[in-house]
């Protein structure tokens, strides 16, 4: 079984590790509000959120300063997309 395993993901054990210059911080998801470290997802810069102007009262620090933050490029397409999360 771990010979399959190792054939479908050779590299996971390692890729799965934080490298050297990985921010670790711990980030919120802009579409689900999952957290985790900002270098296992997404982060867009100069980010056009359309949500501003949809709804400005959810501005915050980190949507004035155009970023976003995505668990996934899933999310952040759906997040573009106007959709609106379905836990
Ligand atoms: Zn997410």
Same mark, same amino acid.
Request: glycine content about 4%; some cysteine.
């Given at each position: 079984?771990w010979?399959?395993?190792?054939?479908?993901y050779?590299?996971?054990? /390692?890729?799965?590790?934080? /490298?050297?210059? *990985?921010?670790?911080t711990?980030?919120?998801?802009?579409?689900?509000?999952?957290?985790?470290?900002?270098?296992?997802?997404?982060?867009?810069?100069?980010?056009?959120?359309?949500?501003?102007?949809?709804?400005?009262?959810?501005?915050?620090?980190?949507?004035?300063?155009?970023?976003?933050?995505?668990?996934?490029?899933?999310?952040?397409? *759906?997040?573009h997309a106007? /959709?609106?999360?379905?836990?």
């Amino acid at each position: 079984m771990w010979i399959f395993y190792k054939f479908m993901y050779p590299r996971a054990p /390692k890729s799965m590790m934080p /490298k050297e210059g *990985d921010v670790t911080t711990l980030r919120q998801c802009n579409f689900c509000a999952n957290h985790l470290a900002e270098y296992r997802g997404v982060l867009e810069t100069n980010a056009v959120a359309p949500t501003n102007a949809i709804n400005p009262t959810t501005m915050d620090d980190k949507t004035v300063n155009n970023e976003l933050f995505f668990c996934n490029y899933e999310h952040q397409a *759906d997040f573009h997309a106007g /959709k609106r999360y379905q836990p």
